[in-house]
């Protein structure tokens, strides 16, 4: 009954559904570091990951063109040997806020094992119960991921079924050899990213993804923008509360360089205590930015 009532609830979050696939990411693979001639590979490449991310349906939920979600994926090649091509990949995911313009980041990262083999015009083959490629299992991670960030955003915990199939595809691909994937590779890859998601103990990250955005920004762009400031403020209480649970929080981390300059831009104006509260925790959080914060106490407002 939970689950239907959640795929009503998110049902309602999108009006007039046609078929159309859920994602709409700027792909680019830059061969600037390896450079050589082989750059008809590269094109090949990228044509590849932007058929794999955005023409592929990835949920029950029909889009609208318009409503299908924006993001920019930038792959980086440092070296090729062969088949094999060693880089990173940078992945910026954004979320309109309700009657306005503006667009806010949910996720800014930086994945730095992001290696894979690839020959030319080879199709990219997924199988969500089984590993197939370290490519299209990195690819459809981050696009489970990126739309399990999206719908909390909408429907508190509404992404639990994106963050069990990016979980599923973790599973999976520990089986291979590739590193990233296991709890022992360190605890900044992506084991740690889903599981800061699926463990329970840090479901006050998942709670502030819904009141910041929802209740929040939403709030503000609809003109009651007090009210909806308040609500950003409640909400980074319960990051607040995972980070005391465990300081090194990875999604912590990511989340201070993905939401930081937004965090300076909106507590630049408001009450005084308020904004002291706000420093007082963004300085806990993210200590080492902890003289930026302190500047909001006189800060004039950006926009």
């Known amino acids: 009954m939970k689950k239907i009532i959640l795929s009503i609830l998110l049902a309602l979050c999108f009006s007039a559904y046609v078929d159309a696939q859920e994602l709409n990411f700027n792909v680019t ?15 090949s490449l990228q044509e590849a990951v932007i058929n794999f991310m955005n023409n ?17 994926m930038v792959i980086t090649v440092k070296s090729r040997e062969g088949n ?24 800014n990262y930086i994945d730095t094992e992001f290696s894979f083999t690839y020959i030319e015009s080879q199709p990219l083959d997924f199988n969500e119960n089984a590993y197939m490629s370290n490519l299209t299992s990195l ?19 509404g992404g639990e079924e994106m963050f ?30 889903i599981e800061n998601f699926t463990n329970t103990t840090y479901r006050p990250l998942r709670q502030f993804l819904y009141e910041y955005h929802r209740l929040g920004l939403d709030v503000m762009g609809n ?7 308040n609500a950003m403020t409640k909400a980074l209480e319960y990051v607040k ?20 300059e937004e ?13 002291t509260k706000v420093v007082n925790i963004l300085r806990e959080l993210d200590p080492t930015h902890s003289e930026e914060y302190e500047a909001l106490l006189t800060a004039k407002p950006k926009f």
């Open 56 to 72: 592929r349906i990835w949920t029950n939920v029909r889009f609208e063109q318009h409503e299908r979600i924006e993001g920019t």
């Open 139 to 157: 690819l459809a991670f981050y696009a489970y991921y990126s739309l399990g960030l999206y719908f909390d955003t909408f429907g508190l915990y």
């Open 29 to 43: 693979v830059n061969s600037k570091q390896v450079g050589g001639t082989d750059q008809r590979l590269y094109e």
């Open 241 to 260: 509360s995972a980070y005391l649970s465990k300081p090194n929080l990875y999604f912590v981390q990511i989340l201070n360089d993905t939401k930081r």
């Open 164 to 193: 069990k199939a990016a979980e599923t595809v973790v599973t999976q691909a520990q089986s291979s050899v590739d590193a990233g994937w296991k709890a022992f590779d360190g605890y900044t890859n992506r084991y740690w990213l």
């Open 223 to 229: 003109g009651k923008v007090d009210e909806g400031r």
């Open 263 to 275: 965090w300076k831009n909106v507590y630049s104006i408001g009450p005084q205590q308020e904004r």
């Open 84 to 107: 094999s091509i060693t880089g990173e990949m940078n992945l910026a995911v954004r979320r309109p806020v309700y009657k306005s313009n503006y667009n806010t980041p949910l996720l």
